[in-house]
């Protein structure tokens, strides 16, 4: 099974949690993916009323330099870990 395969299969799988991941655990979430699927984050920062956007924007920019692959071996990891723990 290739990473691209395990990537997909996690995206299905965190559908099944039936307790809710800390907030730092959906930022990293979403920092992986967005680093996965569109790389390196050059998007401009959102405003300061934008909390949320902020800390959405920080998460993925902190993943910044990750290739594609490792970022979808970290959202997976992270997938496995939180099936363990949140079923």
């Known amino acids: 099974m290739s990473i ?3 990537f997909a299969k996690a995206q299905e799988e965190l559908k099944t949690l039936t ?3 800390s ?3 959906f930022l990293d979430l979403y920092g992986f993916f967005k680093q ?3 790389g390196d984050n050059d998007t ?3 405003g300061m009323f934008d909390i949320k956007g ?3 924007w ?3 920019k ?3 330099g990750l290739s594609k692959d490792a970022a979808m071996q970290k959202y997976v990891e992270l997938v496995n870990s939180l099936l363990q723990t949140h079923r």
């Open 4 to 6: 691209a395969d395990d």
């Open 19 to 21: 307790k809710r991941p």
């Open 23 to 25: 907030d730092q655990q």
């Open 36 to 38: 996965a699927t569109e």
């Open 44 to 46: 401009s920062k959102p």
């Open 54 to 56: 902020q800390f959405k």
């Open 58 to 60: 920080n998460a993925w």
């Open 62 to 64: 902190e993943k910044s």
